[in-house]
T-cell receptor
Framework: AQSVTQLDSHVSVSEGTPVLLRCNYSSSYSPSLFWYVQHPNKGLQLLLK??????LVKGINGFEAEFKKSETSFHLTKPSAHMSDAAEYFC???????????FGTGTRLQVFP | GAVVSQHPSWVICKSGTSVKIECRSLDFQATTMFWYRQFPKQSLMLMAT?????????EQGVEKDKFLINHASLTLSTLTVTSAHPEDSSFYIC??????????FGDGTRLSIL
């Protein structure tokens, strides 16, 4: 069965420093992977997606993620955090042969001035 | 701008009443929409898949008679929480599937049952 594990429930960084949000996936096939961001009391916004093309995926707002099959990882990074990046981030995988999404438990990113 | 509109964004009602939440795709037709539930500080859990012109498909453990889903047109799906009770209080989010694109999410509905 497909699943994603977000290794950190909480990440705190200072503004201007790099961001790393970790995600490991489990899948018996080549998965489609996504990162979504959720601001308080809001829906989800797609940051980026991996669909078996380039392993380094660039997204919106300076975020990118690298698909590493050998490590079954899809970590999200950003070189320099901004205060507006503070939100909840979800790593997501599609369920085999469906359009259904399986969500990780989320990582809350705090950015301090 | 937003491509999926969800209404209302916030609703408070008394226990025992029914509440309807609407999910609209604004500039595309969506044969498939999804309804999720999110408890505080938790992840999203898929409740059901809404299919235009046919019955919704519910995930295991979701009461279909409690959470009525209607997808009568290609741009509108509704979720009705029937005879709501305090334990139904939650954040409900819909999404719409656009051809060859990831799911587009609404802004969610905060439901509080007193």
């Amino acid at each position: 069965a497909q699943s994603v594990t977000q290794l950190d429930s909480h990440v705190s960084v200072s503004e201007g420093t790099p961001v790393l949000l970790r995600c490991n996936y489990s899948s018996s096939y080549s998965p489609s992977l996504f990162w979504y961001v959720q601001h308080p009391n809001k829906g989800l916004q797609l940051l980026l997606k991996y669909t078996s093309a380039a392993t380094l995926v660039k997204g919106i707002n300076g975020f990118e993620a690298e698909f590493k099959k050998s490590e079954t990882s899809f970590h999200l990074t950003k070189p320099s955090a901004h205060m507006s990046d503070a939100a909840e981030y979800f790593c997501v995988v599609t369920k085999l042969q469906t359009d259904k999404l399986i969500f990780g438990t989320g990582t809350r990113l705090q950015v301090f001035p | 701008g937003a491509v999926v509109s969800q209404h209302p964004s916030w609703v408070i009602c008394k226990s025992g009443t029914s509440v309807k939440i609407e999910c609209r795709s604004l500039d595309f037709q969506a044969t498939t929409m999804f309804w999720y539930r999110q408890f505080p500080k938790q992840s999203l859990m898929l409740m059901a898949t809404s299919n235009e012109g046919s019955k919704a498909t519910y995930e295991q453990g979701v009461e279909k008679d409690k959470f009525l889903i209607n997808h009568a047109s290609l741009t509108l799906s509704t979720l009705t929480v029937t005879s709501a009770h305090p334990e139904d209080s939650s954040f409900y989010i819909c999404s719409a599937l656009r051809v060859n694109q990831p799911q587009h999410f609404g802004d969610g509905t905060r439901l509080s049952i007193l």
